[in-house]
């Protein structure tokens, strides 16, 4: 067991979403926080588009691959982030749910892409400031 908090995005598809938010986490968090993403019906890969713009950030998704949502991500996480999954994701009474409604990336080209990027760092920097880390510059 880690005494680092950790948080699992969740979407459908876990190819845009998620994937930029946990590479958010693990970037500005510095290591502070143990990072999952998943999705309730995973993609092949990550979405294009989501690639290109993380790497306008200086941040390398490429090598990420989507991964199917289980129980156990769910029950070893503190914090479980959803994002357009529904009711997919399995709840457990003690756990901290977040729904981060926002756009969907799929299908869309970078210029769509980099705002739906943005609002999900400036909502990662304020989900490490409340697991009480201050995020990296």
């Not at 880690?2 to 693990?26: E, I, T, W």
């Not at 490429?62 to 529904?86: F, H, R």
Request: proline share 7%; net charge negative; hydrophobic share 40%.
């Amino acid at each position: 067991m880690s005494d680092k908090p950790s948080v699992l995005f969740v979407c459908v598809h876990n190819a845009g979403r998620s994937q930029m938010a946990a590479a958010y986490l693990a970037h500005l968090g510095g290591g502070a926080v143990e990072v999952r993403s998943a999705g309730s019906q995973p993609a092949d890969e990550v979405n294009p588009a989501a690639v290109a713009a993380m790497a306008e950030e200086g941040i390398d998704i490429a090598a990420e691959t989507p991964k199917v949502l289980t129980t156990e991500a769910v029950e070893s996480s503190d914090v479980v982030v959803t994002m357009g999954c529904g009711d997919t994701c399995p709840y457990f009474p003690g756990k901290r749910y977040e729904d981060w409604v926002l756009d969907d990336p799929a299908g869309q080209g970078v210029e769509a892409v980099r705002p739906i990027r943005d609002e999900i760092r400036a909502r990662v920097e304020v989900l490490l400031r409340e697991l009480g880390v201050t995020p990296r510059a």
